[in-house]
T-cell receptor
Framework: KAGVTQTPRYLIKTRGQQVTLSCSPI?????VSWYQQTPGQGLQFLFE???????NKGNFPGRFSGRQFSNSRSEMNVSTLELGDSALYLC??????????????FGSGTQLSVL | GDSVTQMEGPVTLSEEAFLTINCTYT??????LFWYVQYPGEGLQLLLK?????DKGSNKGFEATYRKETTSFHLEKGSVQVSDSAVYFC??????????FGTGTLLAVQP
């Protein structure tokens, strides 16, 4: 069974640009969660999508958005990039809603560098 | 709100040494507790979990006991190996339907 796949693996952008990251969950998983990982802040929750609907959102500005398609694949978009957006973006999938007892399966992440 | 605090690293040990990584939490209700591990260049993997007080999670020689009275979930291993070198994250799954992670602890095991 294929794991969680994130593309691209690395991205270099400049300030003001926008970027789209992609995540393909494990087959059959309906929930996709996104996290931002930085050395100083650790893992910060961005949002969770389940059955094509955003079910939960973290404390990030509106420049961060996402969506989920009918095949459960998810995309995350960041507009008007800032230097502080440089981070590893991790996607995680789970069978049901991410929560108390669900095991999350993580992808290897997309490393975004904003210059 | 819910939060997780874990000891800062890096933790540097010699092979076969005893490992403890401290984790404490703040939460309303009865959360589940997890330890995830991140090897270099990879995403996170679930190491172990416990869903109620006094439960002990264990995997690959690692153990952690859910202590409600001290709101702790410390990770332990009796004899670490070089292959255990990684970043370890304590996490809490509560009523908010999202996992809340600690900042991670880097473990470096030297031969």
């Amino acid at each position: 069974k294929a794991g969680v796949t994130q593309t691209p693996r690395y991205l270099i952008k400049t300030r003001g640009q926008q970027v789209t990251l992609s995540c393909s969950p494990i087959s059959g998983h309906r929930s996709v969660s996104w996290y931002q990982q930085t050395p100083g802040q650790g893992l910060q929750f961005l949002f969770e999508y389940f059955s094509e609907t955003q079910r939960n959102k973290g404390n990030f500005p509106g420049r961060f958005s996402g969506r989920q398609f009918s095949n459960s694949r998810s995309e995350m978009n960041v507009s008007t990039l800032e230097l502080g957006d440089s981070a590893l973006y991790l996607c995680a999938s789970s069978l049901g809603r991410a929560g108390q007892n669900e095991k999350l399966f993580f992808g290897s992440g997309t490393q975004l560098s904003v210059l | 709100g819910d939060s997780v605090t874990q000891m800062e690293g890096p933790v540097t040990l010699s092979e076969e040494a005893f490992l403890t990584i401290n984790c404490t939490y703040t939460a309303t209700g009865y959360p589940s507790l997890f330890w995830y591990v991140q090897y270099p260049g990879e995403g996170l993997q679930l190491l172990l979990k416990a869903t109620k007080a006094d439960d002990k999670g264990s995997n690959k020689g690692f153990e952690a006991t859910y202590r409600k009275e001290t709101t702790s979930f410390h990770l332990e291993k009796g004899s670490v190996q070089v292959s255990d070198s990684a970043v370890y994250f304590c996490a809490l799954g509560g009523a908010t339907n999202k996992l809340i992670f600690g900042t991670g602890t880097l473990l470096a095991v030297q031969p």
